[in-house]
C-alpha cells in the first residue's frame, strides 16, 4: 500500500467512525453489491428515528450514507454534498429522511490526478451516487442539493451535466475546468439551493484594500472609526465617499491578485518556476472562510433585501409575496479583531487552486449594493454560481434565512437559472444552519424542510 493510499484508507476509516458515532444504534451487519455502482454497508435501524442508514463505497473515491426512511413516502430521492467536509451528519439527511425521502450524503476522498481544491473533482463521484440511487427500488426521480458552499458545487455539476464540459472550459474562463471524466453525467431531475453562496466571488468579496507592511491605509480601512465603523458595537454605517473608494481599491487589488496568478501559472507552464506542476501562493489581505474585509457583514444596510416580490415564509406560520427584507444583525467582529492574523486574513493556497476556486474579473463599476451585486464578470470563472445556473434548466429551488448576508446573493443566482420552472422562497428569521436568530422566530429548521418537503411533492416531478 502506497503512502497516498494508506492516509486514505485511515481517513475514509476516521470519516465512517464518526458518521456512526454521531448517529444513535447504528449497526453494520453486511457488505453487498449496490447496483454494481459502489459497495453498501448495511445497518440497522437508527434509535428513535423512522429511518436506517447505509454506508455506500463509490469508485471514484467517494463515499456516501444513505438515509432510508421504513417506509418511503416518496419517488423523489435526493442527492447531497459540500465540498471538503465531512457530509454525513449534515442536518438534511435527518430531515428529509423524517418527512419519507431518501437521502445520499456524499463526501469526496480525493484523486491522485486532481487537486483537492478543483472544484470539477467532486463531479465523477457525485455521477457515481445519482446513478447508485436510481438503482434502489421506488426512485423514480433524483434532486441534487447543496447548502452554502455546496451551492456552487452543485450548481456547477448541474451545468455540466446538462450543457456538457464547454459550460465550464470556455475561453471566458480565467482558468478553464479540466474536462476529464466531466462528459455523460448522470442528468437531474431537480435543483435545490440551500442558503447557497456565489462560488468565487465570495472570497474576491473578501480582499482587504487596506493591508499594509506597517499601518493600514486609513483612507480604505473598513475598520476605522473615522470612516464610520462602530469598534464597540462591531456595527458600521459607511459614506458614499467612503464605499466609493474602498470597492475601486478592492476591484483593483482583486485584478492585480488574479495577473499575478495568471502570470505565474506562465512561468510554471513554461518551466521557469521552481516546480513544475504548481507553486505556493499566499494571498495577503483575503479573508478566510466568513471572515475578511466585507463591508456588507458591519453595515447592514449592504444585501439588505431583495429587488423583487419573493415568498416569505414568516414566523407566525402566513405566507405572503414581498421584497425580502434581511433581520441579520452587524458582524463585523472576526475580522476587526484578526486583521494582523495570518489564519484569518490570508489565503494560504497554490496559484492552480487559487485559480480554479476563488479567480474571478471585477470591472470598474464593481460594488455591492442594498439589493444588487454590479461589475462582476460572473462567466469569467466556472466555480460561478450565477454562471452556471444558466446551463440548468430542470426544475429549480431557492431557498435563502433571512437572518444571514446570502437573500440577495440567492435572488441573483434565481435570476440566472434558465429553468422555466423556478422558486425563490425565504425563511423568516433562520441563520445559515436554518436555526433561529431570536426565539420569536419560532422552528425555522422546521419551516425550512417542511416547505422543502412541499416543493417536492407539488407535482413538478
Known sequence: M???????ARRSAALL?????????????????GGGEGRAVRAGPVAGENFRTEYVRLPSQSEALLYEPTSPKSPVALV???????????????QMARRGYRVLMVNYRGDAEFR?????????GLSQAITWLRTLPGVGKVVLVGHSGGGHLVSLYGGVAEQGPAICSGPEKIYPCKTRGLTGLARLDGLVLLDATLGAFHQMSAVDPAIAEGARKAALDMF???????PAAKRAAYSPAFTSRFYAAQAGDNARIVDHALA????????KAVYVD?????????????SGARLYQPDVAFASHTRQPHLLLRADGAE????????RAPAGKSAGDALRSLDTMAQNTTVRRFLAASAIRTGPDYRITADNIVGVDWKSAYNSTPAMAEGITVPSLVMTMTCHYLLMPGEIIFDHLAARDKTYVAVEGATHGFAPCKPEYGDTTKRTFDYLDRWLSQGRF
Open 2 to 8: 502506497t503512502r497516498r493510499s494508506a492516509r486514505l
Open 17 to 33: 467512525a464518526l458518521a456512526f458515532a454521531a448517529i444513535p444504534a447504528l449497526h453494520a451487519q453486511e457488505a453487498g453489491e
Open 80 to 94: 447531497f454534498s459540500h465540498p471538503g467536509r465531512n457530509n454525513f451528519n449534515e442536518p438534511l439527511g435527518r
Open 116 to 124: 483537492e481544491a478543483d472544484p470539477e473533482a467532486y463531479l465523477p
Open 224 to 230: 476605522d472609526p473615522a470612516n464610520g465603523y462602530d
Open 264 to 271: 505565474r501559472l506562465h512561468a510554471i507552464e513554461q518551466g
Open 278 to 290: 504548481d507553486e505556493p501562493l499566499v494571498i495577503r489581505g483575503m479573508g478566510v472562510r466568513a
Open 320 to 327: 405572503g409575496t414581498a421584497v425580502i427584507q434581511s433581520v
